[in-house]
């Protein structure tokens, strides 16, 4: 493999899950990294069918609303099972998709726009809100925004599904103002709080028996209302234009300009990340009404970006889905509760977090000192290790052969570790990791490795398991 330069690795590693071999080959061939990210903001022109056809192996993820629940009423499907199928197929498609760009965004915007995954006024529409995010996840934000926000799934968690003319609930009001908007710094009052929540009333769902979403102009409290700087007569019974123009105004407003801005650079810069191009990222994002390719240009573009190499620690679910990545993780159509596109799932969980548990409506931390316990550090090179060696899962996944990754023989034990641990790492080895890793496969350096009968398979596992622990590959 071509060492990547540390500019190169530094894009593909903050706009994929995970730098392997094939995705610096599909970046030298697209022109380029930045040519790369240009064509994975347009994904529909990316073939993606391998990835694709894994969404077939899981039955619950086709099936309609009222189809899961009809199942899980005649006692043939579990609700646990629906969510669980939905984490697994999202971990497989971070894992293959050719489309890595939308895979990163979907997860943030999943995260941004947070709904538990086995929330019980939801779970029946959440299969759908997912494919909603991922559609809208290079989009504008002032779409993005409205379709979650009036999504059956988000009414159903904030309890607008129920909220009405006569019987108001503030909560989806409050948090379209606090969580996906402006923020609790835009100056917004309890006042506008109610008039936010009145805005949103009229769209019911058929919560615990049909789960069929509708607008009800009857439920829809009409009235004048005030949010800031918006204003409305609000005095139609169908109010589906008005709210749908209040959302649009909130996406516009620069106190979400600057609160996305920095979420996003909170996300692919560094923890704090210096004003300068948090203001970039908001400018960009204003000047192109709200178009998110435009904002993560600005934010690439700026030298902020380039100055901010590995200064992001990856989630236990990073790590352990570029773990997969790395070391080429062959996932095979499922056919026992253990096979290994099943047990993803409770691997990530193992590790201490898996997709959209997060039970909160603000989401997962994004901030390396919520992932760098002494008990997450353990969990991950125990992965870690499991995986070098394909302990476990043992069934339903093909391993790469550990000969294969051997260079051409001979060759001495550090040059055996500077060539793995390019196509691991993607950068060359320093002192400190040949050292580590020949202590850890138990050999000197200068051994001297003619046929691949003279190391132990054990001894490679060990040296791959060494580099996935270094702190190379657990930031990014």
């Given amino acids: 493999m071509r060492t990547p330069s540390k500019q190169t690795r530094h894009l593909l590693s903050r706009f994929s899950w995970g730098v392997t071999p094939r995705l610096v080959t ?15 903001l347009k994904p529909l022109r990316i073939a993606d069918t391998s990835a694709a056809t894994m969404r077939g192996w899981f039955s619950t993820l086709s099936q309609s609303p009222q189809s899961l629940w009809g199942k899980v009423q005649a006692d043939q499907l579990e609700v646990s099972t629906v969510g669980l199928d939905l984490a697994r197929w999202t971990i497989l498609q971070r894992t293959y998709s050719r489309r890595q ?6 997860a943030f915007w999943s995260d941004f726009l947070h709904i538990p995954i086995n929330d019980a006024g939801s779970w029946p529409h959440r299969i759908r809100y997912d494919s909603m995010i991922r559609a809208h996840a ?38 379209v103002l606090e969580l996906y908007t402006v923020g609790l710094d835009s100056g917004y009052t309890e006042a ?35 949010v800031l700087g918006f204003s409305s ?27 996305l801005a920095r979420r996003l650079c909170v996300r692919f810069v560094s ?25 993560l240009r600005a934010m690439v573009q700026h030298p902020e970006f380039g100055s901010a190499v590995s200064s992001k620690v990856r989630t236990p679910l990073e790590d ?24 993803v799932v409770f691997m990530t969980n193992c590790m201490g977090q898996r997709p959209f548990e997060w039970p909160r409506p603000d989401g997962p931390p994004d901030a390396a000192e919520a992932y760098t316990s002494a008990s997450r550090m353990l969990a991950s090179w125990t992965t870690h290790q499991s995986l070098a060696g394909g302990f476990t899962p043992t069934s339903g996944v093909v391993y790469r052969e550990p000969y294969s990754w051997l260079p051409p023989l001979p060759a001495t034990v550090g040059e055996i570790i500077d060539d793995v641990g390019r196509r691991v790492l993607a950068r060359p080895s320093n002192t400190l990791i040949r050292r580590a890793a020949a202590a850890r496969m138990g050999l000197p350096l200068r051994t001297r490795v003619r046929t691949p009968a003279d190391i132990a398979e054990r001894r490679i596992s060990a040296l ?8 190379q590959h657990m930031t990014r």
């Fill in 233 to 259: 007569a609000n005095s139609a019974a169908d109010g589906r234009s008005e709210t749908v123009r209040y959302l649009r105004y909130l996406a516009h407003h620069p106190a979400t300009a600057d609160r």
């Fill in 26 to 40: 599909e970046a030298g061939a697209a022109g380029g990294p930045q040519a790369w990210f240009e064509g994975q």
């Fill in 192 to 226: 506008m709080v109610v008039d936010s929540a009145r805005l949103l009333t009229g769209y019911r769902v058929d919560l615990f028996n049909t789960w069929r979403a509708r607008y009800v102009p009857t439920d829809h409290a009409t009235g004048a209302v005030r």
């Fill in 271 to 295: 923890d704090d990340p210096p004003q300068a191009i948090v203001r970039a990222v908001a400018r960009a994002y204003t000047n192109s009404a709200t178009s998110i390719p435009a904002a």
């Fill in 101 to 106: 760009l939308r895979e990163v965004m979907a």
């Fill in 138 to 175: 290079l989009g504008r934000f002032d779409q993005l925004l409205t379709a979650s926000v009036l999504h059956p799934a988000m009414g159903g968690y904030l309890d607008n599904a129920r909220s009405t003319r006569l019987k108001l609930n503030e909560n989806l009001g409050r948090e």
């Fill in 320 to 343: 352990v889905i570029a773990t997969y990545r790395v070391l080429d993780v062959r996932a095979q159509r499922p056919r026992t509760p253990s096979d290994f596109a099943n047990a």
């Fill in 464 to 471: 791959l398991a060494c580099l996935l622990d270094t702190p």
